[in-house]
């Protein structure tokens, strides 16, 4: 069957709306949850995929050939968008807080995602690599890391920000590498 004779293609109709979603709901689904891990998430971002799909049926009748790889291409956006707007807040409640990285870590339990960020922590300075080591991993206080590094404990507040700013700047880039391999 060719994607013009489909009975959800082209997309007119609620009632092929209803059979695009059940035909691909289910994969869609199973995709998303084995990124996020959270199924009210998952879901959300499903129905997110179809109501897009729904508000641009005019536009994607004459720009989409193949409504398949159309769909994951949306669901790989929408996870994208979610996975990174939450792991950024955690990020910076982490960073902002007093709490070690362990937090974020009972949250998504997944070592990849955990070997990215050892990754993009290793791109910073040595000094500013070691200061947040010892606060956000290893639990230290300012006060602590400063006489152990003897350095000053402003010292220690400035190599922290700066390597917060840093990983947040840069947390994207790891992001899309996470989604994507999970998506692929």
């Given amino acids: 069957m060719t994607l013009d004779q489909s009975a ?8 092929q709306l209803q059979i695009l979603y059940e035909k691909y709901s289910k994969i869609l689904f199973s995709r998303a949850y084995f990124v996020v891990k959270e199924e009210s998430l998952a ?23 193949n409504i398949e790889a159309y769909l994951f291409g949306i669901l790989k956006k929408k996870v994208y968008d979610s996975f990174r707007k939450i792991v950024k807040n955690r990020l910076i409640a982490l960073v902002d807080s007093e709490t070690t990285i362990d937090h974020v ?5 997944e070592k990849e995602l955990r070997i990215l960020l050892d990754q993009l922590v290793a791109k910073l ?7 947040f080591k ?3 991993i290893e639990g230290f206080k300012r006060e602590e890391v400063a006489h152990k590094l003897g350095i ?8 922290l920000a700066t390597a917060t ?6 947390m994207d880039a790891m992001l899309v590498a996470y989604v994507a391999s999970c998506l692929s």
């Fill in 8 to 15: 959800y293609w082209p997309l007119v109709s609620e009632k």
């Fill in 43 to 65: 879901e959300e971002i499903v129905q997110d995929v179809f109501i897009s799909v729904w508000f641009k049926r005019e536009y994607l009748v004459d720009h989409v050939d």
């Fill in 105 to 109: 870590n009972e949250w998504y339990d």
């Fill in 125 to 131: 300075p040595e000094k500013q690599q070691e200061v």
């Fill in 134 to 136: 010892l606060i956000k």
């Fill in 152 to 159: 000053s404990p402003n010292t220690v507040k400035n190599h």
């Fill in 165 to 170: 700013k840093f990983l947040k700047d840069n």
